[in-house]
């Protein structure tokens, strides 16, 4: 009797332990699938910490965004600078040089990024462009239009998540260089375009229809062909334009700057730099599945190739720590294997996003071959 009372005890312990695991595993499932799907619009989140100026570089306080390589943007509440490399660095502070713009008074809160150039293509680069809006099934997609001399081949620009149209400028100037009109897109969730249905990003698995709705759009001004441009996220919602679009065989070709070509990899590289357990992937995966009905093995890019191959330029930083650069030498290294022309451009030492910034010359070199053997546009 009192074994039988011990043993009941016992199954009872272990099932009450099983559903305390399993409501652990379901919650921090829960936790991490809302840092994957909740739509965060940055506004208003200025991380880093301006000190002042030295001579003529602008300092800041040291942090892993204000150390970055490479030519970056400057943003704070009203103002905008360009900034250069990193001078010097220690004590907490760095110096980077002034390229554009007036720097922030000391105690700014201040935001770098990639991106560079805040604002309009007019506002930006003195370039003539005009607001125009991309039908799609959920309303009209504001998107920014510059022309160009070579009517019949548009890019579109995809930028990645929580970034903005403004994302694309720095490399405007050589496409429209090139004699390629750019089309510069919002998608879904974007501040100023309708949301999703139930208010997610869904890593591209819905956003491709507003790219499609972009493509109609061009050849509805004109476009016979099309270059789709995607940086991280923006990477996986092309890829996933190639694999469902209807319209894809307009597609003639595509430059891809560190995207996402598998979420599972990007996932896990997110989870060591929080020092999660990678074995909690599939978690989050299972329940950001169930939330936002999304498949990630299609976003496998080396075991899902889409059908249709366009000839592909693909950009990633050696040292990106959001997106990692090992999915993208997967794909360079399956690329002849799988029928897809692909060009591999790794940078040394760039982070996400930001192998134009580290390496501008080797950027828009491999952009401009690119660009003239793929489309014949001008070098």
Do not use: C
Request: charged share 20%.
């Amino acid at each position: 009797m009192a074994r039988r009372k011990i043993i009941r005890i016992t199954a009872t312990s272990l099932l009450a332990l099983l559903v305390l695991v399993t409501a652990a595993l379901g919650g921090i499932g829960w936790y991490y699938s809302g840092e994957l799907l909740d739509v965060d619009r940055w506004a208003g989140q200025y991380p880093d910490t301006a000190l002042g100026v030295d001579d003529k570089n602008v300092v800041l306080a040291e942090s892993p965004a204000s150390t970055q390589r490479g030519t970056m943007g400057l943003i704070w509440p009203g103002g905008t600078a360009k900034i250069g490399d990193v001078a010097t660095s220690g004590d907490g502070r760095v110096e980077r040089p002034l390229l554009e713009g007036s720097a922030p008074p000391d105690g700014t809160k201040v935001r770098v990024e990639t991106a560079v150039y805040e604002g309009n293509p007019k506002t930006a680069l003195g370039l003539v462009y005009s607001e125009v809006n991309v039908p799609s099934e959920l309303g009209d997609m504001p998107a920014w239009f510059v022309p160009a001399t070579k009517n019949d081949t548009w890019v579109i620009t995809v930028h990645g998540r929580g970034a903005k149209r403004d994302e694309a400028l720095r490399v405007v100037p050589q496409l429209h260089s090139a004699g390629l009109p750019v089309l510069l897109i919002s998608y879904r969730n974007d501040v100023g375009a309708p949301a999703s249905p139930d208010g997610f990003y869904h890593l591209g698995d819905t956003e491709w229809r507003d790219v499609e709705a972009a493509i109609k759009y061009a050849q509805g001004q004109g476009a016979q062909k099309i270059v789709l441009y995607g940086w991280s996220m923006g990477g996986a919602i092309v890829g996933q334009t190639l694999a469902r679009s209807s319209v894809a065989a307009a597609v003639n070709g595509v430059v891809l700057d560190s995207p996402v070509t598998n979420w599972t990899q990007t996932l896990n590289l997110q989870a060591e730099n929080r020092g999660v357990p990678t074995w909690l992937t599939p978690v989050a995966e299972l329940v950001s599945g169930w939330r936002a009905d999304i498949d990630f093995d299609r976003f496998d890019l080396v075991r899902n190739p889409p059908a249709l191959k366009p000839p592909t330029l693909l950009f990633h930083g050696s040292a990106d720590t959001t997106v990692p650069a090992q999915s993208s030498r997967d794909l360079a290294t399956a690329a002849s294997r799988l029928g897809w022309p692909l060009q591999y451009v790794e940078i040394p030492g760039a982070d996400h996003t930001s192998g134009w910034n580290v390496a501008t010359d080797t950027y828009r070199n491999a952009l401009g071959d690119f660009l003239t053997r793929s489309i014949g546009a001008k070098p």
